[in-house]
């Protein structure tokens, strides 16, 4: 058994056993109460997942495994004379719950170029698609059609211990995510570029060598991916993707088959597709008022047609935080260091000077700071790729490492499927005259 796995059962057996003994010891115990409008707001602020690889707190923003994004740019390994954390380190994070040496990253560096090789079925697939497909849809049909090779899936049907099923999940994971980047350079390539394909280049890291795929040869485009494919990994186990993943995982499905649900979640306009409405709506901006360098006072005159419109200003505001997305700050300093006098750049710096005062002016917004997307797309234009809607592309093969670090956690603690109650508006009223008790 290799290190990495090793490494990984040892650490999952231990919080396995800490678990059973802390449900037992306090099991009864409630975790706050949840109201009739969580019932039917989406289940807001309700308590009631676990997930291992990273928490979102309403001020700090995203921690993975406790450690702030700051803190990871500090602390995980990059490339030599690189200037950027490698994802890798990040998924060893996750996974084992350690920050990872140098020697570890490489290791999981060397186990994913290992495992990328991905089958020709895969790209006829794509290929069978209409170029005018959506590349999220391109995306998922070439995971689906990557499922014939799950290892979960064949050792299921021959029949396997539940105690085991961590094992093929595992394999699975890394087999995925080994292989998602050569999937989606291969759909950037055939819908953008004339179908002239990049083969990839095993010397380079996984982010690298994604870049390289996509035809991006810029060394600081390379560190970009490498920030972006960290920044957006996770963000704990609420969001559309993750619980989705999680959900379909539940019932045993592969971690093709969950990762590709996760991911038609993330498609939707109030999760991932966010990133690509961003950078359509500057695009608008600057057509509109008729300049490429609007100034604050020209921004702020089309956020309020914006809002009159009855639209959102997209990027803006998130369900949980309650300051600006330490992402998002992220992605400013490395457009300070990359790219300060870039117009578009610049402008979404104005904008994130001008839209948060009108959005607090309105008097409903709990958060008019930006989010992650507010800022992705203009540092991908700058390198030349303005194809936006690919963007929520590259957040699916970063959201990949988690997600999927989630469900070897899911399958190594035997989570059970996951099926929570629900009612009908009659047997709320029913009980709300107690005429009966639905919450039993």
Known sequence: MEVLKERFKAKADAKAAEIKDLLKQNGSKKIGEVTLAQVYQGMRGITGLVTETSLLDAQEGIRFRGYSIPELSEKLPRVNGGGEPLPEGLFYLMLIGELPTAEDVNNVTNLLQRRSHVPNHVFATIDALPLNTHP??????????????????????????????????????LDLIARLPRIAAYIYRRKYKNN?????NGLLDWAGNFAHMMGYEDESFKELMRLYMTIHADHEGGNVSAHTTHLVGSALSDAYLSYAAGMNGLAGPLHGLANQEVIKWIFELQKDIGTDSPTKEQIATYVQQTISAGKVVPGYGHA??????????????????????????????????TVPPILKALGKIKNPWPNVDAHSGALL????????EFYTVLFAVSRALGVLAS??????????????????????????????????
């Open 196 to 200: 002239e394909h990049i083969h990839p």
């Open 407 to 440: 469900l070897c956690w899911d399958r190594a603690l035997g989570f059970p499927l996951e099926r929570p109650k629900s009612v009908t508006t009659e047997s709320v009223k029913l009980w709300l005259e107690g005429k009966e008790e639905i919450w039993e």
């Open 381 to 388: 234009v700058h390198y030349g790729m303005k194809e936006y």
């Open 320 to 353: 949980v935080l309650r300051k600006t997305d330490p992402r998002f700050t992220a992605q400013m300093e490395f457009g300070k260091k990359h790219m300060p006098d870039d117009k578009l750049v610049n402008t979404v710096w104005n904008v994130y000077e």
């Open 136 to 173: 999220m849809t391109m995306f998922v049909a070439g995971v689906m059609a990557l499922q014939t090779e799950s290892i979960f899936a064949k050792e299921y049907a021959k029949g396997i211990n539940k105690k085991d099923y961590w094992s093929p999940m595992y394999d699975d994971t």
